[in-house]
T-cell receptor, first 110, second 117 residues
Framework: QSVLTQPPSLSAAPGQKVTISCSGS????????VSWYQQVPGTAPKRLIY???KRPSGIPDRFSGSKSGTSATLGITGLQTGDEADYYC???????????FGGGTTLTVL | QVQLQESGPGLVKPSETLSLTCNVS????????WSWIRQAPGKGLEWLGY???????NYNPSFKSRLTILVDTSKNQFSLNLRSVTAADTAVYYC???????????WGQGALITVSS
């Protein structure tokens, strides 16, 4: 059971927009920044978003992040087949003193 | 550019110690914290711990009794030792650079470790 809660799967058509939610608590998302990672099967996770809403260099602006209270959201617009992947949210839990992740959301673009 | 590369045995017997090394290139290891994360087959990400070049560590309490993370600044690498492994420790083990406690910016490609006799 993951500390952060994400929907297990989502699907959307090419060109559409999708949002992936990540729910936590006051000791993790409520207190700390959130990051989002994309993992194409068989490869290492890749950071998409950090500090709730910042994109590293090279990440297209189709990807966006936001946080409100104890929840965070990853948004992807203009979906492409190459966006098919698992997406994970992550943050620090100040009570448990561990880094925590969501269980991951498998995005299918069909 | 920053690159991380895990190396390890691939197969470890139950009750033995799993040892992995992460070689860091493109940056000095004394500029950041460094972390180990694992992913069991078909499962999500699980944080194991991190280390600073000074040797300061922070471990996931779930592994604290059998986990040691070390750093070797002369070789620009850090390592993981997980003792008394069982089949439940079978996973892909990733090393990563800690940008902040909430963010890992560079990851290794991962090393699949199977625990089996």
């Amino acid at each position: 059971q993951s500390v952060l809660t994400q929907p297990p799967s989502l699907s959307a058509a090419p060109g559409q927009k999708v949002t992936i939610s990540c729910s936590g608590s006051t000791s993790n998302i409520g207190k700390n920044f959130v990051s989002w990672y994309q993992q194409v099967p068989g490869t290492a996770p890749k950071r998409l978003i950090y500090d709730n809403d910042k994109r590293p260099s090279g990440i297209p602006d189709r990807f966006s992040g936001s946080k409100s209270g104890t929840s965070a959201t990853l948004g992807i617009t203009g979906l492409q087949t190459g966006d098919e992947a698992d997406y994970y949210c992550g943050t620090w839990d100040s009570s448990k003193t561990v880094a925590v992740f969501g269980g991951g959301t498998t995005l299918t673009v069909l | 550019q920053v690159q991380l590369q895990e190396s390890g045995p691939g197969l470890v017997k139950p009750s033995e110690t799993l040892s992995l090394t992460c070689n860091v290139s493109g940056t000095s290891i004394d500029s950041h914290y460094w972390s180990w994360i694992r992913q069991a087959p078909g499962k999500g990400l699980e944080w194991l711990g991190y280390i600073y070049y000074s040797g300061t560590t922070n471990y996931n309490p779930s592994f604290k009794s059998r986990l040691t993370i070390l750093v070797d600044t002369s070789k620009n690498q850090f390592s993981l030792n997980l003792r008394s492994v069982t089949a439940a420790d079978t996973a892909v083990y990733y090393c990563a650079r800690v940008a902040t406690v909430s963010s890992l910016d560079y990851w290794g490609q991962g090393a699949l470790i199977t625990v089996s006799s």
